[in-house]
Nanobody, 128 residues
């Protein structure tokens, strides 16, 4: 059984910052694909960020490049998403996803179908 749990959402003004955290209870976190996705109100779930097993390479969705940073801590089975310069269009439920033993070549796993395990999500609301 793999458990995924996000924390850190909330209400912030445009231009502000938030840090989302995710813990993954899995036998070997260092060989687990992890990623962040979000679902804006009335829209489909979309890719936000991912990183490789080592954390050396990262990949971001176009709308968050240069503003969001993903990082993973393999020793603590955790992955975080630092969100800076937030915009109202970043308002969404943010989900952490994990998939043990899944290795995506290049910069990480960026498709919804790459992931088996999902957290319940955390709400991020950005006011204008």
């Amino acid at each position: 059984q793999v458990d995924v749990a996000e924390s850190g959402g909330g209400l912030v003004q445009a231009g502000g910052s938030l840090l989302l955290s995710c813990t993954v209870s899995v036998r070997s976190f260092s060989t687990t694909a992890v990623g962040w996705f979000r679902q804006p109100p009335g829209k489909d779930r979309e890719f936000v960020a991912t990183t490789t097993w080592s954390g050396d390479n990262t990949l971001y969705g176009d709308s968050v490049k240069g503003r969001f940073t993903i990082s993973r801590d393999n020793s603590n089975s955790a992955v975080s998403l630092r969100m800076n310069n937030l915009k109202p269009e970043d308002t969404a439920v943010y989900y952490c996803a994990a998939d043990p033993m899944n290795y995506c070549s290049g910069y990480g796993c960026s498709l919804i179908s790459d992931y088996t395990y999902w957290g319940r999500g955390t709400q991020v609301t950005v006011s204008s």
